[in-house]
């Protein structure tokens, strides 16, 4: 599939966001936080936004969804119109289940971890998911500085999904710029996800365009 550049909303204007939406023409996925200010201390989202976004883009949607007991919460999102939604393995009590029944409702299935929870444990869940997202902040809030301590565990995420030969999708978020693209692509990233960084530029569809190309030349 190759470098895939997901633009987060979360630091666009929320009073304007089917415009903002309209800013990022170069995106391959919209990325949407969902919070719940339980799992994270901040509250953004919910289903009937990511429906009416579903309604305002031909870009597909990329739900992240940051909130406790994701089991019961996140099949709604996939009926609201995400083509792709992320639960967090800490408040998930069966992954599994739960990625296979994303799938079945018809959208890619994702885990993220938080930057302290370790990958080892989860290697043979690999082949059960499309994507899983590795987060570089904890999670919560946008602008914040990227963690390089997360760097072995996406080289080590990578070489996990070659021994097994899986297609799974490897994203980063959080704190994913001009400054830190190229270590995430060399360690092995191929989804990248920036919200500040894209919605503080003068023209962020610009910056979505040098992003890609940058996290493309570190991969090659
Ligand atoms: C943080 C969110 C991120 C956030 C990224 O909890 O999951 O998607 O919007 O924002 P930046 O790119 O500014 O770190
Ligand atoms: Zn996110």
């Not at 204007?13 to 939406?21: I, M, P, T, W």
């Not at 031909?58 to 083509?83: F, K, N, Q, R």
């Not at 097994?164 to 830190?180: A, F, I, K, R």
């Amino acid at each position: 599939m190759g470098i895939q550049i997901t633009p987060s909303i979360l630091n666009a204007d929320f009073s304007r966001l089917g415009e903002e939406v309209g800013r990022i023409g170069s995106a391959d996925w919209v990325h949407v936080d969902v919070m719940d200010n339980h799992f994270v201390p901040n509250l953004t989202f919910g289903p009937t936004m990511v429906e009416a976004l579903s309604r305002a883009t031909d870009i597909p949607l990329d739900a992240h969804l940051m909130i406790e007991d994701c089991d019961t919460h996140a099949p709604a999102y996939v009926e609201a119109g995400a083509s792709s939604v992320t639960f967090h393995v800490e408040s998930t009590k069966a992954p599994i289940r739960l990625a296979r029944e994303i799938r079945a409702k018809g959208a890619r299935a994702s885990m993220a971890l938080k930057p302290a929870t370790p990958i080892e444990p989860y290697e043979a869940l690999l082949p059960e998911l499309d994507m899983l997202l590795l987060m570089t902040v904890e999670p919560g809030f946008g602008g914040q500085k990227f963690l390089d301590l997360c760097l072995p565990k996406i080289r080590t995420a990578r070489a996990m999904m070659r021994k097994h030969g899986v297609e799974t999708w490897l994203q980063v978020d959080g704190g994913v710029s001009l400054e830190t693209i190229e270590r995430c692509a060399e360690a092995g990233a191929d989804v990248f996800v920036a919200g500040s960084a894209v919605y503080s530029a003068d023209d962020p569809d610009a910056m979505v365009r040098e992003l890609k190309a940058s996290a493309e030349a570190a991969a090659s």
